[in-house]
């Protein structure tokens, strides 16, 4: 048994899938001696379809985003026609019998080690971009890689060092009934892609690779924050029974969809989704959401095989509205930058924290053209159309992450007034959309009195709030104590930013993961927090404790941990409490 950081609730047991950064195990991926020259041509096949993609891709960047931008591919070009590299690779595959994408890793690692002795900027560029050179490189192998998964029985686990963004959209839809990682705390974006999908999770298992291989029979408790390997046919049966009562408890609140979010003592509550796409639109449908309180765009341009135009984002932004609940969408401008990157943006130079650098707005500032495209972008697709008849009316709002001052919140509606003018200009359709402001920093939340005057709403990020307060890498598992959402210093600056907004009576919601925490859910509450947005998959959950608080409990809650002093007391008195008045939420209420 290995402990972790329980990060999504549950019990689930099935095959390990051990995956890499770039979803190979070097270990298990040789080859017999006659398959030699047919992995030659396939890996000198894919590096001819990547020089033609990354020379594709320098010619669109630089008319959309600019020289600078697209300057990243002819680097990506560089890599790919590097003899050393080349011939690095190669060898691996004729002397050593790797298959094409161990030695790509093996390529990746072997450049890492090399970082790790120096401390040359110039070096640490050149890993990102051997980085992306490689991720290409293995989507042109991905037959090989998918092999061994599609011949594993049963639910898949996937055990990994992290999950980063981009791994999970090469993902897909691929199965998976649990999430393991090294790295990773509650908001690190495993957990978050666990919650979404309702699946247990663990992360921060130190050495869990070195102890599993794919195959494994492995045991994970999102609960407790245990994973174990192979276990005894006593303990799988013991497991067996705790994850029936999880898949049990799962099935009876995804019935409570068609229930309205409504407090005990009947007051209303607006439960939005977070989403990424259509299919997570359609899912909030699914799980009785009333709208969408965040579609993240940056997976757009993550999944985009180069650089999406206002058409294409339109287009997009169109269909997302019309598979959303109610038509009603808040739209996040790209939130690019900290573990969410693309090629042709945020690779400027090295940062040493990209989390707290040049990313999201900082970025869009960079390319006004850019981001203008987007912003004309989301404001026609606000623009009515046939289909808004009715009560079937589309609600769009923009939303601007990592806001830090009030000048900022000044130039993006400078930014959004332009936008209007040319579209006037221009004589295209565009609607009117409210304009909202994220609030992840926390030099924004001890001025948030200055800056509401300045926005028509308020999204709050408890994920970056909280690691930015703690100063605490929300990845980093020795560090991940601190970034907990029920930590007092965490709950005292949510009590005053939910009552400065409350008072001026701007809507405030909260679209961290802490929204999808039963034992925060009380707390928040208390606030006079009101709207939330949380994973589809969790909003069956927010519903049934709301059902079980009333507000001056959850208010009398608020008060008793607000005079505790440690997490761990407002933790296990929250717990307790909510066991109390809904016993039925044992197998969902994490530690």
């Keep these: 048994m290995y402990k972790g950081i329980a990060v999504s609730p549950g019990v689930s047991i099935g095959t390990a899938y051990c995956i890499h950064e770039v979803f190979v195990d070097p270990g298990r991926q040789l080859l017999e001696a006659q398959e030699v020259p047919a992995e030659l041509a396939r890996f000198e096949n894919a590096r001819k379809k990547s020089i033609a993609d990354v020379r594709g891709l320098q010619k669109k960047v630089a008319t959309q985003v600019g020289q600078d931008a697209a300057a990243i591919f002819a680097v990506h070009e560089s890599i790919l026609q590097d003899p050393a590299l080349v011939g690095k690779v190669r060898g691996w595959i004729t002397e050593q019998k790797m298959s094409a994408s161990a030695a790509l890793a093996k390529l990746l690692e072997f450049y890492r080690k090399l970082l790790e002795k120096s401390g040359d900027d110039y070096l640490q560029e050149r890993i990102a971009d051997i980085r992306d050179v490689v991720e290409r490189l293995t989507s ?291 609607g009117q959309v409210d304009f909202g402001m994220m609030l992840e920093v926390p030099a924004a939340a001890v001025m948030i009195e200055n800056m509401l005057p300045a926005v028509d709403f308020v999204s709050i990020g408890s994920n970056d709030l909280v690691q930015y307060l703690m100063a605490a890498d929300r990845d980093n598992p020795k560090v991940s104590h601190l970034c907990q959402p029920l930590s007092p210093a965490v709950l005292r600056v949510l009590h005053s930013v939910v009552q400065a907004c409350n008072r001026h009576g701007k809507p405030v919601t909260l679209c961290g993961e802490m929204a999808g925490l039963p034992q925060a859910l009380a707390v928040l509450l208390g606030m006079g927090l009101r709207r939330f947005s949380v994973s589809p998959a969790v909003v069956p959950t927010v519903k049934e404790v709301a059902h079980h608080l009333t507000i001056p409990h959850a208010t009398d809650l608020l008060h008793r941990a607000l005079k505790l002093k440690t997490t761990k007391q407002i933790q296990s008195m929250l717990k307790a409490q909510l066991l109390a008045i809904a016993p039925n939420l044992g197998p969902i209420l994490m530690q």
Excluded at 270 to 299: H, K, P
């Design 140 to 430: 042109y192998l991905s037959t090989a890689l998918n092999k061994e998964s599609k011949s594993l029985s049963g639910p898949v686990i996937v055990v990994a060092d992290e999950l980063l963004p981009s791994q999970v959209v090469m993902l897909g839809n691929r199965p998976v009934n649990g999430i393991v990682t090294q790295a990773g705390s509650q908001t690190s974006h495993a957990a978050i892609v666990a919650r979404s999908r309702g699946i247990p999770a663990v992360s921060g298992v130190n050495g869990i690779l070195a102890h599993t291989k794919t195959g494994d029979t492995i045991v994970v408790d999102g609960r407790e924050g245990h994973v174990i390997i192979n276990p005894d046919a006593e303990m799988l049966a013991a497991f067996r029974k705790l994850e029936r009562e999880f898949v049990n408890l799962r099935d009876q609140l995804a019935h409570n969809h068609d229930q309205p979010a409504i407090t005990a003592d009947g007051h209303e509550l607006e439960l939005l989704a977070n989403i990424n796409g259509v299919s997570d639109a359609q899912a909030a449908i699914a799980m009785g959401a009333s709208g969408v309180g965040l579609y993240r765009t940056e997976y757009l341009y993550m999944i985009h095989p180069s650089v999406p135009s206002e058409e294409e984002q339109l287009a997009n932004y169109r269909d997302v509205i019309a598979a959303s609940p109610n038509k009603c969408v808040t739209i996040r401008t790209l939130d690019i930058g900290g573990d969410k990157t693309v090629p042709f943006l945020g690779r400027g130079h090295y940062e040493a924290n990209p989390f707290m650098g040049w990313r999201s707005i900082r970025l869009s500032f960079e390319y006004p053209e850019f981001f203008l495209s987007q912003i004309r972008a989301i404001l026609r697709a606000a623009a009515p159309d046939h289909t808004d008849t009715g009560n079937s009316r589309r609600n769009v709002k923009m939303l601007f992450p990592m806001v830090t001052t009030l000048e900022e919140l000044r130039r993006l509606k400078a930014m959004v007034l332009r936008a209007q003018r040319r579209l006037e200009v221009e004589g295209l359709a565009f």
